[in-house]
């Protein structure tokens, strides 16, 4: 828990140059001409004062959300922070705080083996603490924004460490102000609020349908984490054997007379509604019917089980996943009049 209450003398960060192609689930061939690990916050004065030598910076963490070129412009700052702990029980919540470079599968899984639950239907999810905020990563009936409590991180503008409240994170559908201010923010810890009296959510239908919990049996965290870990190996990828980045496209969002005009249209259209009136679309739906689902073009191909999945047949490039997200956009454009937006950062 070094860096959770840093010892406060640390080596500086030296920039040197970096193979990132272990450093993107993608498995893209990528390089940085400028490279430095944090992973202690007294090296924060030194690398703050880095980052302004450079015309741009790069927060790489478990690169499970991004798209790297083959040449990284600027300085690549890799995530290492590490430290996990229980800060307070407070009006019946847990508080547990993760440092940024945590892996974020292994964190839920610390929380469960240690009591903290509420975390568990985010399971098996790619990538580092840090970039859950960023992202407001969700799945199976939960976004990080019902568990948030605060962020710490560190602030360019005002050169210190700040702390965010959930409210002042402005979290939204993979979304929020980290994402939006790009270079202002190093997230260095987490904070999340847990339920001492924790209550199973299983209203997705992945969930409900698991066997686990019928005949009025009730669920255990463990079991919501274990079945939720099954339903994402069973639906996705593993990036350790097929290189992807998760879902690529954000579902769309349409307003009610949108999704009324293209149901009327395309009757088993697939939709969530939504608390303020909208539509939430199915977007692997939108690619399945396009007949993208399986498919390749170059090196890059839609997975054959998920086509919310782009994937790496091997020897992909940025410009080979990009060549086959566009040609998905438009057959979705030209079928649905549904934009499609990418969920990775394209670098």
């Known amino acids: 828990m070094s860096n959770l209450n840093s010892i406060g003398v640390a080596q500086p960060p030296v920039p040197r140059p970096q193979d990132l192609s272990a450093l993107n689930t993608f498995g893209l061939q990528s390089r940085a001409s400028a490279f430095v690990r944090l992973d202690d ?59 940024a470079g945590e892996n974020w599968h292994a964190f839920v899984a610390h929380c469960i083996q240690n009591g903290w639950d509420g975390l568990e239907n985010l399971a098996l ?13 969700g799945a199976y009936g939960i976004e990080l924004a019902d568990r948030l409590h605060a962020v710490r991180a560190w602030d360019r503008d005002a050169r210190q460490v700040v702390t965010l409240s959930a409210a002042a994170c402005e979290l939204a559908y993979r979304d929020s102000r980290f994402k939006r201010e790009v270079g202002r923010w190093l997230i260095l810890s987490v904070q999340f609020a847990l339920p001492v009296m924790w209550q199973a959510r299983l209203d997705y239908p992945d969930l409900q349908r698991r066997p686990e919990w019928q005949d009025g049996r009730r669920a255990t965290p463990r079991q919501v984490f274990d079945a939720v870990c099954d339903i ?55 690619i399945d019917q396009c007949g993208w689902k399986g498919r390749a073009l170059g090196r890059a191909a839609v997975h054959d089980r998920q086509a919310l999945v782009l994937t790496n047949l091997g020897g992909a ?31």
């Open 232 to 286: 994402r190996r069973n639906k996705l990828p593993d990036p350790e054997v097929i290189g992807n980045a998760g879902s690529f496209f954000k579902n769309p969002i349409v307003d009610a007379a949108r999704h009324d005009a293209l149901k009327a249209r395309f009757p088993g259209l697939v939709s969530y509604p939504m608390a303020d009136g909208a539509f939430k679309l199915a977007a692997g739906w939108l």
């Open 125 to 137: 999810i790619p990538g580092q603490v840090g970039a859950s905020p960023v992202q407001n990563i």
């Open 317 to 347: 490039n940025a410009n080979d996943i990009m060549a086959l997200a566009r040609a998905i956009q438009a057959d979705v454009l030209t079928r649905y009049g549904v934009a499609l937006t990418p969920e990775p950062l394209v670098v």
């Open 41 to 99: 916050e007294a090296q924060l004065p030194q690398l703050a004062a880095l980052i302004e030598h450079y015309d741009a910076h790069l927060v790489l963490g478990g690169g499970s959300n991004v798209v790297l070129p083959a040449d990284v412009p600027g300085l690549v700052i890799h995530m290492a922070l590490k430290g996990i702990r229980h800060v307070r029980d407070d009006a019946g919540v847990r508080i547990i705080e993760a440092a």
